[in-house]
């Protein structure tokens, strides 16, 4: 099949690549000029394990191309994917500018039928406003379909995920669409849910606002372990082991960021506001998902004696391991209050980058820990679990680590005569 694929960000480029992969011949466009020189040069824009490699794969056996002429990429395609950025309004809900800007341009482009496919994440009904939007700006009468397939990939294993998902979801409100999108998943083996463009929407929130239900729930229960100094992770593997319950998404941390969580559960929110439906149980969960941070924060100053004249080395500044995103990362809140409390913060990262003149960043851990009073684990590096923690405490000030992902051998750390406290977790 011959597909274009808009808007080739985190979600655009990985779906393009996989799409080639899977034998398809793949356009990918994006108003970004510079993103898609770079795309276009083999070098991606973004870090994601083994997708560089993909682009240069199938950029060399002529599979995948890239451009940003919108009319005539819409023209040579049949099929449209949308996945453009779907950003927060500051009420919360989602902003819908992109995906507006994409439908009235296959309007006004297309010249025959078009399959378009929103895999951004979209409020239920944005398929039927898709609709209207095409229709609103056709300069002749062409038919089309619209159908919600929406994306459970995460970044830092997004190659992966998409290889591999557990489930295709597909929305659509015609048997021509349901049969256009059969083949074009033909061959794959996950589970195949095939439902109306408006439950496929609510799909994509529910699940992500249910992940997020998860974390919050292990996070406030890590606040009560704290208190009867039991572990947290020893409850959350303890419950995990239950089918119905499940291991993943129950590691306490700082909260959950990234650029899909906390816009999606507002967005969520917004349209149980709409509907006059109290979501109160997802209130809650962004109440302590606002509210941990800070929570580790006083727990530190206790520790510390108060913030005068300390150096913290904050270790990881995504929001995740295996990305260099730091959207909505725990890490900023984390350094913004530090730096307007005058600690002295230096930062590391293996991937992502911090610009700002408040705190210094370095190349190596070893270089950013010197004269710590603490050690605070934002971000889940595996990297971190390998250092040499008995030389890293020959240059501390204080030998006091603050995991707040809980991913070090606390046993080991305190023979080397660490104070060690995780989320949850004192030792
Ligand atoms: N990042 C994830 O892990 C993930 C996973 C699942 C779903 N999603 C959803 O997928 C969507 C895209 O997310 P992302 O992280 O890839 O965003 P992104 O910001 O990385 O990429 C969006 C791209 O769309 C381009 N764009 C915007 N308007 C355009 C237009 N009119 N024409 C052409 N290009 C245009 C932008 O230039 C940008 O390159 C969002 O709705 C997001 O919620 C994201
Ligand atoms: O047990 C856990 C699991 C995750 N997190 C945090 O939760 C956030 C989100 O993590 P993750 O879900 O792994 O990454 P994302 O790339 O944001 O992926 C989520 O958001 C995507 C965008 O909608 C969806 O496609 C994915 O299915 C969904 O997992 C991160 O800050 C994680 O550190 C925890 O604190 N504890």
């Known amino acids: 099949m011959k597909i274009l694929v808009i808007g080739t960000g985190y979600v655009g480029t990985t779906t393009a690549l996989v799409f080639a992969e899977n034998g398809h011949k793949v356009t990918g466009l994006d108003m970004d000029t510079k993103k898609i020189e770079s795309l276009t040069a083999g070098n991606l824009h973004f870090y994601e394990t083994g997708l560089e490699e993909l682009l240069r794969k199938h950029l060399q056996n002529e599979m995948v191309q890239f451009t940003t002429n919108v009319e005539k990429a819409i ?4 099929m449209i994917y949308i ?5 927060q309004n500051e009420d919360g809900s989602a902003n819908l500018t992109y995906i507006e800007q994409v439908a009235k341009n296959v309007g006004k482009f297309m010249k025959g039928y078009k399959l378009v496919v929103t895999k951004s994440t979209v409020p239920v009904g944005t398929a039927e406003k898709v609709t209207n939007w095409i229709r609103g700006s056709q300069t002749s009468p062409h038919e089309f379909d619209v159908v919600s397939n929406p994306e459970f990939l995460r970044e830092g294993s997004a190659l992966y995920d998409a290889l591999n998902p557990d489930r295709i979801v597909v929305g659509a409100s015609t048997e021509r669409a349901f049969q256009k999108m059969r083949e074009l998943f033909g061959n794959v083996t996950c589970s195949y849910v095939e439902t109306a463009p408006k439950a496929a929407e609510l799909i994509k929130y529910a699940a992500n606002a ?10 406030e229960l890590a606040r009560l372990c704290d208190e009867l100094n039991i572990n947290v992770t020893e409850i959350a593997t303890g419950i995990g082991l239950d089918k119905r319950i499940g291991t993943s998404f129950l590691r306490a941390s700082l909260g959950y960021g990234g650029s899909c969580f906390p816009k999606d559960v507002n967005a969520l929110l ?16 962004v109440n302590v998902n606002k509210t941990q941070p800070f929570y580790v924060l006083e ?11 300390k150096k913290v080395a904050v270790l990881g500044l995504s929001f995740k391991a295996g990305t260099d995103d730091m959207r909505e990362s725990p890490s900023l809140i984390i350094i913004d209050y530090l730096i307007k409390k005058g600690v002295n913060v230096s930062v590391h990262d ?8 408040y705190v210094s960043q370095h190349e190596t851990v070893e270089k950013t820990v010197i004269d710590a009073d603490a050690i605070l684990i934002c971000t889940d590096w595996p990297e971190y679990e390998l250092l040499d923690w008995m030389s890293i405490k020959e240059v501390l000030r204080n030998p006091m680590i603050f995991d707040g992902r809980n991913m070090l051998n606390a046993e080991k750390l305190k023979r080397l005569g660490f104070l060690y406290q995780g989320i949850g977790y004192f030792y």
Do not use: H, R
């Open 83 to 87: 996945c453009v950025g779907t950003p």
């Open 270 to 285: 917004d349209t149980a506001n709409q509907n006059s439906v109290s979501l109160s149980i997802l209130e809650s969960a």
């Open 210 to 219: 249910f992940l997020a239900l998860k974390i919050s729930y292990i996070n």
């Open 350 to 357: 293996p991937v992502a980058t911090f610009y700002t003149e």
């Open 75 to 78: 023209q040579e395609n049949d």
């Open 299 to 309: 727990k530190m100053k206790e520790m510390l004696g108060g913030w005068e004249g």
